[in-house]
């Protein structure tokens, strides 16, 4: 048994949780009593931490739908892909016409460069974050 500690992917208040691995897999969340914010509580989305890391239905690769079906392509084909449409929308509408929302499972930083790229990139303001939706 290993005890892995960790943040609490599911919301922007970011308590400290272990994850117990046996085997290489997750196999139960508890929390941290020595995490300023959590201070030994979670709320149950934090119980369940565990819980998707390995689940079968996870999605671990993009998706672009084909008619009535999804199919999987390559991460730079996703980007690609979806660039080129938000060019392309913004390019014909104008930059208010796209929006982005992001992750309370990315770092600070990555949320930062995602602000970064809809506000210089698409010169419009709407942009928000999962934790206020
Ligand atoms: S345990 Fe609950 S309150 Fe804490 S970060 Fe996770 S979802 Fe948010």
Redesign the pocket.
Known sequence: MNLVRT?????????G?LLRVVDGTAVATY?DREHP??RG???????T?HEFIHHPDRLTSPLVKKGDSFKEISWDDAIKLAMDQLLGIAGKYGGDAVGGLSS?KCTNEENYLFQKMIRAGFHTNNVDHCARL
């Open positions: 943040i609490c992917p599911y919301c922007g208040t970011g308590c949780l929390p914010v959590a509580h979670l709320c149950i989305k934090g119980w931490a309370a």
